[in-house]
């Protein structure tokens, strides 16, 4: 998402127009600083959170207040992770996230290839019912699903979190528009080169899907990493929580006498990691992100 | 890629291939999806307060719908909290791609800085706003405050709590926004923007008479994807108010998920979920037939 190339004006019209052109430089700078404001506006709350993590209480103890801390302490840090299995939390959120991740990825990119490449009997049918599900909020299926997930003897377990959310149909669909652009007669080459369906499909095809394959895999770990709900419906003993439903917990937890600082230690925590994710595969991010809303 | 040529790789495929590839997310298709849809539906006509074996009770569940006062409350919250936040969120995320489509010192950073917010988790922005907008020791009474400000309530009081909602869903909200107008932005060939500015129109003419109904596409995708995301915020609600003070905060999913859980309702928690269901169904037709009517005029 970096700035592309300002438009290159020819030297002559700069020269006949320099005070527009000063003009319009001076609101140009003058819009970067309002917008500089705006921006600062944004980011205050995730800065308020490091923040209130780093002071002792999380500022809760006067009415006293400063924008920086004051004398930063990592004592919410070793006091939430001494009480309270952020550990397991975090350990719990990467299994969840990774497994779930990598698993999902793979059955859109077999969905998404076959609705794309393939004509067989009820594809149509397929893809649409596969949409609508895209209508169907998780709260109308919540209890249905975890009828299911008891049936299977999961509750309590990180395969209760992962199943029900490997079928991703934004996922699909990425896939699905990306693979239509795959070229057929690189398939078609393969094929009369011998190469089976399958040796198509793993030597051909995926390894063309590199982009794909990225923002799928960072938009599936997001969703994933930040899942609130349905982990909060089917875990319940607090060493199988994930981060989100621990932290949620934190809030009214009676261990705690002003329990701010923790939590925004554990609130820093979750976000961290992603946060990271994002400045450094930030283009593949936003891509994704903005991927989800074409359809 | 043409018919004929699709055919062709049809005809020299294996019959099995295309189901062996589609095969996984069909199975997870069912197991997770249609089986409880299929299982709500039943459940909907049912009297059942725990996960147990219900009762069969016709329609009592709808009739139930419609003389219940809490969900007019829930029905009325939710219009508001939707169009609270839906148009809000998308004007700035429009203002601020307008602005940022242009070359401007630092324009990389500022489009990535609108953008964080977005990768926080909702119980993450729950608890941050929270604690920003608690009325004893947050930060933004201790700031009208230390302008000579009286605090507001923020959250506790339910004359102020929809409000404070509606404003953290659109901080959540604005980079999304943003991201994808700037990408329509982007396709709009400069070539008529620079016609239209020979022509002497002025900035805010251009804006008018060239963007606004290039991006119409655009708007009307945001306009459903906002409208969804909005029908099916949970987590911020949950975590910031629980519904409350009293009733003031729950919107019709809030309201689905106490009726099952902490209720005990599960029958008329599944009906007033395929409530929200046909609404958001209604909505997404109309708003295709809008589509549609709008093109034929143009």
């Known amino acids: 998402m970096t700035a592309t190339a300002a438009p290159v004006r020819p030297a002559s019209a700069r020269a006949v127009r320099p005070r527009r052109e000063r003009r319009s430089r001076r609101r140009g700078w003058l819009l970067a600083a309002g917008l500089t404001a705006v921006a600062i506006l944004v980011v205050f709350p995730l800065y308020w959170m490091v923040v209130s993590a780093l002071t002792a209480g999380g500022q809760s103890q006067s009415s006293e207040f400063s924008l920086w801390p004051e004398a930063p302490t990592l004592g919410n840090f070793t006091e939430v992770f001494a009480t309270q299995p952020v550990w397991r939390w975090l350990g719990n959120s990467l299994l969840v996230a990774g497994v779930g991740t990598a698993l999902s990825v793979c059955v859109s990119l077999g969905a998404g290839y076959a609705l794309a490449k393939y004509r067989f009997r009820g594809r149509g049918l397929l893809y649409a019912v596969f949409l609508v599900t895209i209508m169907i909020p998780i709260q109308v299926t919540l209890v249905p699903a975890f009828l299911v997930v008891a049936r299977l003897g999961l509750v309590d377990s990180p395969w209760a979190v992962i199943l029900p959310t490997l079928f991703d149909v934004v996922g699909i669909f990425i896939a699905r528009q990306f693979m239509l652009g795959v070229p057929d007669a690189l398939l078609e080459a393969a094929r009369l080169d011998g190469a089976g369906e399958l040796r198509t499909f793993f030597r051909v095809v995926l390894p063309s899907c590199g982009p794909l394959v990225g923002v799928l895999v960072i938009l599936g770990f997001m969703n994933r990493w930040n899942d609130f709900l349905w982990p909060l419906v089917v875990l319940q003993g607090n060493e199988s929580l994930t981060v989100p439903v621990g932290l949620s917990t934190l809030t009214g937890n009676p261990a705690f006498s002003s329990p701010w600082g923790a939590v925004m230690a554990v609130a820093t925590v979750a976000v961290v990691p992603l946060l990271v994710v994002f400045l450094v595969f930030q283009k593949t991010f936003v891509q994704g992100i903005a991927s989800t809303g074409i359809k | ?298």
Not at chain 2, 40 to 68: E, P
């Open chain 2, 1 to 298: 890629m043409s018919p004929r040529d699709e055919t062709r790789t049809a005809s020299r495929a294996g019959r099995w291939a295309p189901y062996l590839f589609v095969g996984p997310a069909g199975l997870l298709f069912l197991a997770f999806s249609l089986v409880p849809i299929v299982i709500a539906v039943a459940l909907s006509f049912q009297d059942t307060a725990t996960l147990g074996d219900g009762n069969w009770v016709g329609g009592d569940n709808y009739r139930t719908m419609l003389a219940d006062p809490l969900l007019r409350t829930a029905l009325l919250n939710t219009v508001v909290f939707t169009v609270g936040t839906v148009p809000t969120a998308m004007a700035i995320g429009l203002a601020l791609a307008v602005a940022l489509d242009r070359p401007l010192p630092g324009r990389g950073l500022l489009r990535a800085l609108f953008f964080v917010p977005m990768v926080a988790a909702g119980v993450v922005v729950g608890v941050i706003m929270s604690w920003i907008f608690n009325p004893d020791y947050g930060v933004a009474n201790n700031a009208l405050r230390a302008l000579g400000l009286e605090g507001l309530p923020w959250l506790t009081s339910p004359r102020t709590a929809m409000l404070t909602l509606v404003l953290v869903v659109v901080w959540t909200r604005i980079g999304f926004c943003m991201v994808i107008y700037l990408g329509a932005l982007q396709s709009i060939p400069s070539e008529l923007r620079e016609a239209a500015a020979i022509d002497g129109a002025s900035r805010w003419q251009r804006f008018r008479g060239l963007t606004v109904p290039m991006l119409a596409p655009t708007t009307s995708i945001l306009l459903i994807l906002n409208v969804v995301f909005s029908l099916q915020a949970f987590d911020v609600i949950y975590v910031m108010t629980g519904g409350g003070p009293g009733f003031s905060t729950t919107v019709l999913i809030q309201y689905v998920f106490r009726s099952a859980f902490a209720d005990a309702r599960m029958g008329y928690a599944a009906a007033l979920g395929l409530l929200l269901v046909l609404i958001l169904l209604v909505f997404t037709l109309l708003r295709q037939r809008a589509t549609k009517k709008a093109e034929e005029l143009l």
